[in-house]
């Protein structure tokens, strides 16, 4: 059983480009949300989506963005990039069994950015 | 606002000592609690987590961790510490109301010495 995948592992861009991160939920799961980990830091939430809409956001700008696809796959988008945004982007993924939101959280191996 | 405190940024202990890693949690009601494990370049592995019940909760890899209300406090403990367990450890709570936002503290890294 595939764990939760994220790709690219890793990825270096410029200030003031975009960049899209992927990832694929643990089989079964179908609740996706997003963490920047800031170098030293613990992970701060970005978003979540489920059934294809964003369910909750944190403390972000609208330069950050996602979407969910049918299959329950995610990707987050970052525009305009800045040097702060530099971090690893974790993917977790989660399900409800039976219409109860479940809190165990599985988190890829996440996608280290650096803007330059 | 939640918050996550963990008061240990860094910790080293010897091969085969105990260990007991701070969280110090505020939030309103009694929050679920997650204790995370990363290793390096690796992402996040639960190593347990309290919704509700019994107070002191078992994990994986022999950890376990004690839930005290009056402290808002979810410690993290292990008797008897292996090299394997090196690594960062976050504390995180989530808001008992349906969502499931984590909200991590700051880590603390665990060094182990031969």
Same mark, same amino acid.
């Given at each position: 059983?595939?764990?939760?995948?994220?790709?690219?592992?890793?990825?270096?861009?410029?200030?003031?480009?975009?960049?899209?991160?992927?990832?694929?939920?643990?089989?079964?799961?179908?609740?996706?949300?997003?963490?920047?980990?800031?170098?030293?830091?613990?992970?701060?939430?970005?978003?979540?989506?489920?059934?294809?809409?964003?369910?909750?956001?944190?403390?972000?700008?609208?330069?950050?963005?996602?979407?969910?696809?049918?299959?329950?796959?995610?990707?987050?988008?970052?525009?305009?990039?800045?040097?702060?945004?530099?971090?690893?982007?974790?993917?977790?993924?989660?399900?409800?069994?039976?219409?109860?939101?479940?809190?165990?959280?599985?988190?890829?191996?996440?996608?280290?950015?650096?803007?330059? | 606002?939640?918050?996550? #405190?963990?008061?240990?940024?860094?910790?080293?202990? /010897?091969? &085969?000592?105990? %260990?007991? @890693?701070?969280?110090? !949690?505020?939030? +309103?009601? #009694?929050?679920?609690?997650?204790?995370?494990?990363? /290793?390096? &370049?690796?992402? %996040?592995? @639960?190593?347990?987590? !309290?919704?509700? +019940?019994? #107070?002191?909760?078992?994990?994986?890899?022999?950890?376990?961790?004690?839930?005290?209300?009056?402290?808002?406090?979810?410690?993290?403990?292990?008797?008897?510490?292996?090299?394997?367990?090196?690594?960062?450890?976050?504390?995180?709570?989530?808001?008992?109301?349906?969502?499931?936002?984590?909200?991590?503290?700051?880590?603390?890294?665990?060094?182990?010495?031969?």
């Amino acid at each position: 059983d595939a764990g939760v995948t994220q790709s690219p592992t890793h990825l270096i861009k410029t200030r003031g480009q975009q960049v899209t991160l992927r990832c694929s939920p643990k089989s079964g799961h179908d609740t996706v949300s997003w963490y920047q980990q800031a170098l030293g830091q613990g992970p701060q939430f970005i978003f979540q989506y489920y059934e294809e809409e964003e369910r909750q956001r944190g403390n972000f700008p609208d330069r950050f963005s996602g979407h969910q696809f049918p299959n329950y796959s995610s990707e987050l988008n970052v525009n305009a990039l800045l040097l702060g945004d530099s971090a690893l982007y974790l993917c977790a993924s989660s399900s409800p069994p039976g219409g109860t939101p479940s809190y165990e959280q599985y988190f890829g191996p996440g996608t280290r950015l650096t803007v330059t | 606002a939640q918050s996550v #405190t963990q008061p240990d940024i860094h910790i080293t202990v /010897s091969e &085969g000592a105990s %260990l007991e @890693l701070r969280c110090n !949690y505020s939030y +309103g009601a #009694t929050p679920y609690l997650f204790w995370y494990v990363q /290793s390096p &370049g690796q992402g %996040l592995q @639960l190593l347990l987590k !309290y919704f509700s +019940g019994d #107070t002191l909760v078992q994990g994986i890899k022999g950890f376990e961790a004690e839930f005290k209300r009056s402290q808002s406090s979810f410690n993290l403990r292990k008797p008897s510490v292996h090299w394997s367990d090196a690594a960062e450890y976050f504390c995180a709570v989530a808001p008992n109301t349906g969502f499931q936002k984590l909200v991590f503290g700051t880590g603390t890294r665990l060094l182990v010495s031969p």
